[in-house]
């Protein structure tokens, strides 16, 4: 008698709690993700391109470019040129398209059960309040395939969420760390190989190489083909042909993807574009997450060791029981960012490649995270920013190191000793220094010895280095990399 009332009783609680989640309302307090929640302020951007709405306002801009494409074209008579007031209107349409109108899209979709069809529909009711183009209203969606306006629609999205916010936050990215790098390009630093001790550099051309490698990255994502087709239900213009069999269709669907719409062109296809371009994208973006984490966990490291200090913010509190922290955590949560953001574009970048024969559906829920993974880099970014902003030099810190390593100067010794041909050079430096720590007086009283083997103008040389002075180009070249990220 017991199981039908404890049945009951947890039917009861998921009433209740669907219940409550109904009247919750969304905010940055209840939503499920932080990017929409915790992170709302900095990913706020990024909703007029990757939202639901985002996605209709695209589709009503392919939509409506589509029709406006037809009345240009002789070869489509049923669709006469556009007057002046027709096209302003059309233009009007997308220009001011609002979360309301989407609102309306999403109404109609409840009784359709189909996003595209929906958007069509809505289209058709705002025609109705301009003759014109009521009369020609059965060419919206014109032998178009759903597919025909989602990719397109993704394409557009993409290429105005990645150049009014991902692209300039990468760029800040870059253009900051190169900023460091000229600052603390004659700082000289003791390198570490295998986490000892090695031949020193300057902390600028550390930095550098960072933004070296992170301007190359962003450039190779810059110039990934945002791609479209426009080919009918199976790539082959068959309802094209079937109403105009006279229209070069190819040419003309290519010259609305290119002209019309501003994207690059892809004729061969099935129902879908193959998203290729969208993998190669997400994976030039993954390259520089990639390598920014490597920069997040070199940073933490010197703050770790001291190099850098962190500005204090009055107020703010680093630990809930050691009053004297201050850590690093905009760098840690760069890092953790990434790792999400590189998961999500590689499953995307993985997935979007493959659809079983000439299309599936699996690809569109996994269409509708483009803007996660993006999001999730944009919180890396802003994170980076933040941190590279509180960050200060402590050269004290970084001259105990190299006062404490004049070992690393066994590397030039011995070269020199190699190129007078003194026995062994190499063998003797690594008696004297491998292993173990040695003073100046040790390393000086070494080269001293070499007189007679060494030319004396060398062996008073080699006794003015320094560990300081032995950093090679280091500073021309986090001077010159500044300058080019610039």
Known sequence: GRRPHAQNQRRGVRVLANASSESMPLTSLTAVTPIDGRYARLTAPLRMSFSEHGLIRARIEVEARWLAFLASRDEVPEVPPLSEEAAKFLDDVVDKWSVDDSQLVKDVERTTNHDVKAVEYVLKQKFADLPELAACS??????????????LSHAIMLRDGLTGTVFPLMEDVVSTIAELAEKTAAVPMLSRTHGQSASPTTLGKELAVFADRLSRQLA???AVPLRGKFAGAVGNYN?????????????????????????DWNGVVTQIEPHDYIAELF???MRFNTILLDFDRDVWGYVMHGYFGQKLKDGEIGSSTMPHKVNPIDFENSEGNVGIANAIMAHLADKLAVSRFQRDLSDSTVLRNLGVGL????LAYASVLKGCGKLTVNNERIDE?????WEVLAEPIQTVMRRHAVENPYEKL??????RSITKEDLQTFVASLEGEVPEEDVKRMLDWTPRSYVGTAEHIARKVAEECK
């Open 375 to 378: 999001g999730h880099s944009v």
């Open 220 to 222: 190779q994502a810059k």
């Open 401 to 405: 190191d190299l006062d404490a390593a």
């Open 283 to 285: 994976h030039a973006v």
């Open 239 to 263: 309802a094209h042909l079937s109403a105009y069999p006279n229209a070069d269709w190819e040419a003309m669907n290519q010259a609305f993807v290119t002209d019309s719409l501003k994207l």
């Open 138 to 151: 059965e060419f919206v969606h014109f032998a178009c395939t759903s597919e025909d306006i989602n990719n």
């Open 430 to 435: 690594k008696a004297l220094t491998r292993g």
